[in-house]
């Protein structure tokens, strides 16, 4: 069992209330270390000392936030109306079990029974949002508000699962990323100094790698990230985004930016001296940290190294430990490998 994952899987950590899984995070790394804290934004950052081989300031982003819900109103029946933190898809919603608050009072999303709606249109239509509750059990409104509060986070319950070399659990995206920068910072030193940052408020648009950042000034940067597999499920013949199972896949273009083109050879060519199975991710979607990074200061050469997952922003993503193995290995071996600005591949 994968114990780190598991536990960095199952804490709680939505944008903006990510003080769970930063605790947790800081016990991993503290010991392994040379500097840590946390800033105005609530980003962890961390400083591993080099050997002194390269000047080179080196940052290594990874994500603590996940998705998740915010209550915004405590109804007269006693449950919750509330709203999305982060991309989510309604259908992945209805009869899910969440965690509210830092005290995680279990409840279940809920909305009007299949059998009371009165026409097949509205039974044919997806539920939205709006009309769902989290229900605690709570029999009124005055007892439902002395366990929860508007502003208050709730997350998927989800219990980590490991299935035929494959993770089950939620906040995969991007928990595996820190999982793996727990690892780096454990595995060190590297030549240069090392800037660790687990940052806040991704999902939301990237606000915490852009503090953070703005403030580190690296002259590189490597962020560590779990990118959606459109693998499965598939009724056509069409090539996937990225599947599970073929190895890290490398970002070449999303749509936040365009990652250093010597940064991305170098992690190609990293991979292919080591023996590590990547794939390319297809240009376009989404967007990561890389793209506020790139864009402190006067410009950072930056790229991403992600592990693919099916179903992520749901109640539960799967990965494969392989994959993961292997990200960690191509970012341990690039950071080893990594050359002076000048002399990265063109």
């Not at 009124?140 to 659990?169: N, Q």
């Amino acid at each position: 069992m994968n114990t780190l994952l598991q536990e960095l899987s199952e804490a709680m950590g939505v944008s903006g209330a990510e003080g769970p899984v930063r605790r947790l995070i800081r016990e991993h790394i503290v010991d392994h270390v040379d500097d840590v804290r946390v800033d105005h934004m609530g980003n962890l950052l961390a400083l591993k000392k080099g050997a002194g081989a390269s000047g080179l300031r080196v940052l290594v982003d990874a994500h603590m936030d996940e998705v998740g819900l915010m209550i915004t109103e405590v109804d007269s029946q006693g449950t919750a109306r509330f709203e999305a933190v982060g991309g989510f898809d309604d259908r992945a919603l209805l009869g899910k079990v969440v965690q509210v608050g830092e005290k995680g009072v279990v409840g279940v999303i809920g909305a009007r029974p299949l059998h009371l709606l009165k026409s097949a249109a509205e039974r044919a239509r997806i539920v939205k949002r709006d009309a769902m509750r989290i229900d605690i059990g709570a029999p009124t409104k005055e007892a439902a508000a002395r366990k929860m509060k508007p502003g208050d986070r709730a997350a998927f319950l989800t219990t980590y699962r490991e299935l035929e070399g494959m993770a089950l659990g939620k906040a995969l995206d991007n928990r595996a990323g820190c999982a793996t920068l727990v690892r780096l910072l454990q595995a060190g030193p590297y030549p240069f100094d090392l800037h660790a940052v687990f940052s806040v408020q991704e999902e939301i648009g990237t606000l915490g790698a852009r503090v953070a950042s703005f403030e580190i000034r690296p002259d590189v940067a490597f962020v560590l990230e779990c990118t959606p597999a459109y693998d499965l499920p598939n009724r056509d013949d069409v090539s996937p985004n990225v599947a599970v199972g073929l190895g890290p896949s490398l970002y070449v273009m999303d749509n936040r930016t365009i990652q250093d083109p010597r940064m991305v050879s170098h992690l190609m060519q990293t991979a292919t001296r080591h023996g590590i199975p990547f794939q390319i991710r297809q240009p376009g979607g989404g967007g990561t940290n890389t793209g506020a990074i790139q864009r402190a200061g006067s410009g950072v050469p930056v790229a991403t190294v992600a592990v693919p997952a099916r179903y992520v922003h749901a109640p539960a993503a799967l990965i494969s430990l392989d994959d993961l193995e292997n990200v960690f290995r191509l970012a341990d071996a690039a950071l080893r490998d990594l050359p002076p600005l000048a002399d990265l591949p063109g």
